[in-house]
């Protein structure tokens, strides 16, 4: 799918009625195969253009098109070919136990899946079975970052958006999040990482974007992303 934001800006209306501009004036268009490091200070708009690509929020000015369409005319289409996971993943749990919350998204996407799947995106992210019956409240914060991604994957999106995957993850955690960039990347789809941790992902990325004040300050292709 190819994705295009045409001179799109985001402005936020605060209380005080001053405008916040959080993306000005972005030109940008990606492939959901490439993958693309977001990088930029804090504030500089990463989360904004993520939400934006979720479709949670609408451009002030400017608009975007998914494969040559306006994405808000068909938001539930085109936000089930993507998995998001937002910077706190586990704030947006609500089921009673590991199972409900891994299977919610599929179920609400209408995307068949088997007891089988369950487990196999649950041995990909590194989370043992017995899990399923547990609370998700109840987990360490790496094990509720692993549910979050467990359920984008059951899914099965063709195009990952991590914010911040690794905030709070041990070594382990950010290995494991490496990996299925990693797997994913392999089958063909792409992703966006946001992160203040680029190291961690800059060899498994095949494009650079570089955020500053809501503008792109940088956008680099490069040949030598192996994975
Ligand atoms: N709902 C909102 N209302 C007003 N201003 C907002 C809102 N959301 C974001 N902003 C502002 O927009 C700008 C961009 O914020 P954003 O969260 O996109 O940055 P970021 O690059 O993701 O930062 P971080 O690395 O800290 O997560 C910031 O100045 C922020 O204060």
Do not use: W
Request: hydrophobic share 40%; aromatic share 10%.
């Amino acid at each position: 799918m190819l994705i295009e934001l045409k001179n799109v800006s985001v402005i936020f209306e605060e209380k005080t009625d001053v405008e916040k501009v959080a993306l000005k004036d972005i030109n940008l268009s990606f492939s959901t195969d490439e993958s693309i490091l977001l990088i930029g200070n804090t504030g500089s708009g990463k989360t904004t253009l993520i939400y934006l690509l979720d479709l949670l929020i609408k451009p002030s000015k400017g608009f975007l098109l998914y494969d040559g369409k306006d994405p808000f005319f068909y938001p539930y289409e085109f936000r089930k070919r993507f998995g998001v996971a937002f910077q706190i993943p586990e704030r947006q749990f609500f089921s009673e136990t590991v199972e409900e919350e891994i299977t919610y998204a599929a179920k609400n996407f209408g995307v068949p899946f088997t007891q089988e799947d369950i487990e196999k995106v649950l041995e990909l992210v590194g989370l043992r079975k017995n899990i399923l019956k547990q609370s998700p409240f109840k987990l360490s914060g790496g094990e509720q970052r692993k549910v979050a991604i467990a359920s984008i994957l059951l899914h099965k999106p063709e195009f990952l958006i991590f914010d911040e995957p690794t905030a709070g993850l041990d070594l382990k955690g950010v290995l494991s999040v490496r990996e299925i960039l990693k797997k994913f990347k392999n089958s063909g789809k792409g992703f966006l990482v946001a992160t203040h941790e680029p190291e961690l992902f800059e060899d498994l990325c095949d494009r650079k974007i570089v955020l500053k004040s809501g503008t792109i300050l940088e956008d680099v292709r490069s040949s030598v992303a192996h994975t």
